[in-house]
T-cell receptor, first 115, second 111 residues
Framework: GAVVSQHPSWVICKSGTSVKIECRSL??????MFWYRQFPKQSLMLMAT?????????EQGVEKDKFLINHASLTLSTLTVTSAHPEDSSFYIC???????????FGPGTRLTVT | KQEVTQIPAALSVPEGENLVLNCSFT??????LQWFRQDPGKGLTSLLL?????REQTSGRLNASLDKSSGRSTLYIAASQPGDSATYLC??????????FGTGTRLQVTL
């Protein structure tokens, strides 16, 4: 089946620094990638949708200048959390879609802790 | 705005029992519905995907049904095993891409 990887799997950073998370589709071309955020014991909330070569579309309430998304190739999207604060600590999950059924395949997630 | 609710929020059953997880959604104009499994601290594993034109999908001990008109889906797990313990999420999409997730059901299967 389709495999999506994320790197790093976890990261701890200091408040005010920036963190980059990578999402890769390993065995298919992902025309669309999605970024979700999940707080403890809550469900996934879509942050943004990105199509290869285009600017990302952000959901309401998500700051595009804080969460920078780049989808420069059909196998890689990156999410950069700029000037991270403790309230940005969360589990970030990406998914990728590229098939006829538009099914999304999810990465294993990245645990971000901002101290 | 689409809202997806899952009942119960948590469930504990003894091994071997059959069980049903429920998912309801407010907007019946969906493209498809998916059931996922999430283990603690992990990503999502897709279990079943039902297109809006379908009524059910089966995979092994899992069976998912969809009643689009009433805004409901159920996930039936037969002969539950301790390895089935996880959080189960349902998600619906209105377009061919954007997913709206439910609140999840935390399942514990005991020995």
């Amino acid at each position: 089946g389709a495999v999506v990887s994320q790197h790093p799997s976890w990261v701890i950073c200091k408040s005010g620094t920036s963190v980059k998370i990578e999402c890769r589709s390993l065995d298919f071309q992902a025309t669309t990638m999605f970024w979700y955020r999940q707080f403890p014991k809550q469900s996934l909330m879509l942050m943004a949708t990105s199509n290869e070569g285009s600017k990302a579309t952000y959901e309401q309430g998500v700051e595009k200048d804080k969460f920078l998304i780049n989808h420069a190739s059909l196998t890689l999207s990156t999410l950069t959390v700029t000037s991270a604060h403790p309230e940005d600590s969360s589990f970030y999950i990406c998914s990728a879609s590229g098939g006829v059924s538009y099914e999304q395949y999810f990465g294993p997630g990245t645990r971000l802790t901002v101290t | 705005k689409q809202e997806v609710t899952q009942i119960p929020a948590a469930l504990s059953v003894p091994e071997g029992e059959n069980l049903v997880l429920n998912c309801s959604f407010t907007d019946s104009a969906i493209y498809n519905l998916q059931w996922f499994r999430q283990d603690p601290g992990k990503g999502l594993t897709s279990l079943l995907l039902i297109q809006s034109s379908q009524r059910e999908q089966t995979s092994g001990r899992l069976n998912a049904s969809l009643d689009k008109s009433s805004g409901r889906s159920t996930l039936y797990i037969a002969a539950s095993q301790p390895g089935d313990s996880a959080t189960y999420l349902c998600a619906v999409s209105r377009t061919a891409s954007k997913l709206t997730f439910g609140t999840g059901t935390r399942l514990q299967v005991t020995l």
